[in-house]
């Protein structure tokens, strides 16, 4: 009797196949995602193949990297989900709604020079402006959301794309599970999605130290105006260099602490302890440039901080010293942990809402 696994389709996937779900045989024994990539493609064209370089496997609810495919062997009736970025996308975008007041109020710490204390969200006895408080931490939530999915977009294709093209040019040191391949892979997708990112941060920090509360547009057409497109672009080269030792640190902790426990052991839970571990270790790592990064952007209205990133650094080092960057640090654990969490909290939602009951 023929092995059977059955298939879930998600977005755009499912626009391409006409269907949600479906059953094929496997045609060998040793099976693996490789040769379900290609079978796939031979039955639905190319077009699929573009989608599926840049999608996730989740075998029988268990995320798969793109490097372990290959060794990633089915069984019969194994449940394999389909998951293009566009899904991914989704869960960042609840992820960020839900946790924006935490940006917001990490933004404004990290921006504030001591001229300007924030008041709590709602003091003693006091009720008339809570509500009005409470939306000014959502400030800038607009833009992020219109930013987020192309540039989410362009970051995974441009990652898959350039890894796979380097893990093709047959150098140990460059194969697809190679950190250096990995390293230059994030490297070039950061690169490329900062055109989208590096305007959405620009905007979203003025918009979230703003008190006068002026439109998005409003904005746009200040910075143009007063800065040329290039206003939009400040600390875009700075950015890279938050990333950087950002993503080292959280991917090398995430797959060191992962792989404390045996693959069938590496449950959902698992999962989002190693990420929240690893993404706290990358926040205390990146922060100090995160400051300088978010004070640069927010300059056009503080001639002081026009001097560049070195100048800015001086500037907040005689401000307040360490305690600056310390209290800065922990309120971007605090906004990129839940971050971290409840992104894999609500993919894997979307993931278990798709199952066929």
Not at 39 to 65: F, H, I, P
Not at 67 to 82: C, G, Q, S, W
Request: include cysteine; hydrophobic fraction near 45%.
């Amino acid at each position: 009797m023929p092995n059977k696994i059955k298939l879930l389709y998600f977005a755009g996937i499912k626009d391409i196949t006409g269907k949600d779900s479906e059953e094929i045989q496997m045609q060998q024994e040793d099976y693996n995602l490789q040769n379900l990539s290609t079978d796939l493609t031979l039955k639905y064209g190319e077009k699929l193949k573009m989608l599926l370089e840049t999608s996730m496997y989740a075998v029988d609810m268990q995320y798969v990297e793109k490097e372990k495919e290959p060794k990633t062997f089915l069984r019969n009736n194994t449940e394999v989900a389909i998951i293009p970025p566009v899904s991914g996308g989704v869960a960042a975008l609840v992820a960020r709604f839900i946790t924006f007041p935490l940006d917001t109020i990490k933004v404004r710490l990290q921006t504030d020079s001591g001229g300007h204390q924030y008041s709590r969200l709602l003091k003693d006895g006091e009720t008339e402006n809570f509500f009005e408080k409470a939306v000014s931490l959502y400030q800038g939530l607009g833009i992020t959301l219109v930013f987020s999915i192309p540039a989410l977009t362009t970051y995974l294709i441009v990652y898959t794309s350039v890894k796979v093209f380097l893990g093709s040019l047959a150098l140990p040191i460059l194969r697809e599970d190679a950190l250096l391949n990995h390293a230059i892979s994030g490297l070039c997708a950061e690169s490329s999605a900062g055109l989208f990112f590096t305007p959405m941060e620009v905007l979203k920090s003025q918009l979230q130290v703003d008190t006068r509360h002026q439109s998005t547009l409003t904005l746009a057409a200040h910075i143009i105006k007063e800065e040329g497109i290039l206003g939009f672009y400040k600390g875009y080269f700075i950015t890279l260099s938050v990333f950087v030792p950002h993503s080292v640190v959280y991917f090398i902790l995430y797959e060191k602490l992962k792989s404390t426990w045996d693959v069938q052991h590496q449950t959902f839970l698992v999962y989002i302890f190693c990420a929240a571990i690893a993404s706290a270790a990358g926040m205390v790592v990146s922060t100090p440039l995160d400051i300088i990064k978010t004070r640069w952007q927010v300059s056009r209205q503080e001639e002081a901080y026009r001097g560049g990133p070195v100048k800015i650094a001086l500037r907040i080092w005689n401000e307040g010293g360490l305690s600056i960057f310390v209290r800065s640090m922990l309120a971007s654990i605090v906004w990129g942990v839940p971050l971290t969490t409840i992104n894999m909290a609500v993919f894997e939602c979307l993931l278990k809402l798709h199952r066929p009951h």
